[in-house]
């Protein structure tokens, strides 16, 4: 049952509503998994912002549930199926953990992944908690229980390995993060899936590897983080190629040179990271 000011507009495909949509006029019965989506409209006053409401039925998953609508639902079908990781769409995301609903928030959608865009099967997905959409960074959820109670963006990881194990990515992450404190990796957790009221499959839910993962890793500003992530942007950065350049131009099996790159460089990072 929905109560508003106004005349309430709804939808029951995860859409955003808008006028052209059904009028709540008495209490909706769902029969099996839906979200509902509605707003009010009154004369005078601004309509107020979309509520999201998720409905499972007949279900009965152990594991944790993920349920994101897109506003436009067609527009995201077709950038789903396009190959192309670029775009931000615009919708709602919500987490549950048996009957609780630990955040329902408004956020951007976007493809990720290089690869993984390409692949039919499953593709992954990141949330993108921006204030133009409304609320800003998502805040008071330890979702990975390490202390850390605010994101700006999560990842929705599909596992792409389908002729595989599915979970060689978070097995081995999980390893790194038991071997060594020297090296980041994201912490996970395994959810079922849900967009647009669809079932999807399992999915792992993980931190984005952003600037705002490694300011909380070491405890910096995420203004003073830089991340390179393909090969020109290596290039490019003129302090990295200074500590290649000393390393390839000079001994490193003398000592004091030795020292002084590990100085400039984090060589116990890069070790580990090369072991593991």
């Not at 000011?5 to 209490?27: N, R």
């Not at 990881?157 to 993060?177: F, W």
């Amino acid at each position: 049952e929905l109560s508003g000011s106004g005349t309430i507009y709804y939808t029951l495909d995860g859409q955003k509503p808008d006028e052209s949509c059904a009028v709540y006029t008495e209490p909706i019965h769902l029969m099996q998994t839906t979200v509902v989506r509605a707003y009010a409209v009154e004369d005078g006053a601004i309509p107020s912002r979309v509520a999201t409401y998720n409905y499972f039925i007949n279900e009965y998953h152990t594991l944790p549930i993920i349920a994101f609508s897109a506003d436009d639902y067609g527009a995201w079908y077709t950038h789903y199926h396009s190959g192309n990781r670029f775009g931000e769409y615009e919708g709602t995301a919500a987490f549950y953990q048996g009957k609780e609903e630990v955040f329902n928030l408004d956020c951007g959608l976007r493809l990720k992944g290089f690869s993984a865009v390409m692949d039919e099967m499953k593709k992954n997905f990141g949330f993108y908690f921006r204030g133009k959409y409304g609320d800003g960074n998502l805040e008071n959820c330890d979702l990975f229980g390490t202390g850390i109670t605010e994101h700006s963006s999560l990842l929705i990881r599909a596992g792409q390995d389908h002729h595989e194990a599915l979970i060689r990515n978070e097995v081995l992450q999980e390893l790194c993060l038991e071997a060594t404190d020297a090296v980041p990796a994201q912490h996970n957790v395994f959810c079922v899936v849900y967009m647009n009221g669809r079932y999807m499959g399992i999915y792992s839910l993980k931190e984005n590897m952003n600037e705002h993962f490694f300011a909380d890793e070491y405890g910096v500003s995420p203004e003073s983080v830089t991340t390179l992530r393909l090969r020109s942007d290596v290039e490019a950065c003129e302090e990295l190629q200074d500590v290649i350049h000393f390393c390839t131009r000079n001994d490193m099996s003398d000592p004091a040179l030795y020292a002084q790159f590990c100085e400039m460089f984090d060589i116990n990072n890069f070790i580990d990271f090369i072991l593991l």
